[in-house]
Nanobody
Framework: QVQLVESGGGFVQPGESLRVSCTAS????????MGWYREAPPGKQREYVA??????SPVYADSVKDRFTISREYNALHLQMNSLKPEDTAVYYC??????????WGPGTQVTVSS
C-alpha cells in the first residue's frame, strides 16, 4: 500500500508563500483524485483544501481559491500557498479521495502563519 509523507511546512508571516509537498512510496498515477487536507487545531476534524485529478484538473475550497495551487507528479503532490493568512495555520496532509476510503495518513507538515 502506498505510504505518504508530507514535507515543506514552516513558519511564515502573513502574506508570504510556502510550498508543501507529499511524497508517495510508489506511483500515484493510478489514483484518480489526490487531495490536500488540513487540521487545526490538532484533533479537530480535517478540512478539505484542494484536490486534483489524474488529468490535472484542480478543485479548491472557497477559503483558499485564488491563493493556493495544487499540482501532482508521478509520485508526488504539491501545494503552492500564496498570500498566506493566520487562519491557514494547520497541519497539512495529503491523501486520495476515493470511494474505498483513505490511504494510511502520513505525519503531516505544520504550517504556521503569524506576525
Amino acid at each position: 500500500q502506498v505510504q505518504l509523507v508530507e514535507s515543506g511546512g514552516g513558519f511564515v508571516q502573513p502574506g508570504e508563500s510556502l510550498r508543501v509537498s507529499c511524497t508517495a512510496s510508489g506511483s500515484i498515477s493510478n489514483i484518480p483524485v489526490m487531495g490536500w487536507y488540513r487540521e487545526a487545531p490538532p484533533g479537530k476534524q480535517r478540512e478539505y483544501v484542494a484536490s486534483i485529478t489524474a488529468g490535472g484538473s484542480p478543485v479548491y475550497a472557497d477559503s483558499v481559491k485564488d491563493r493556493f495551487t495544487i499540482s501532482r507528479e508521478y509520485n508526488a503532490l504539491h501545494l503552492q500557498m500564496n498570500s498566506l493568512k493566520p487562519e491557514d495555520t494547520a497541519v497539512y496532509y495529503c491523501n486520495r479521495i476515493h470511494p474505498e476510503g483513505f490511504l494510511p495518513w502520513g505525519p503531516g507538515t505544520q504550517v504556521t502563519v503569524s506576525s
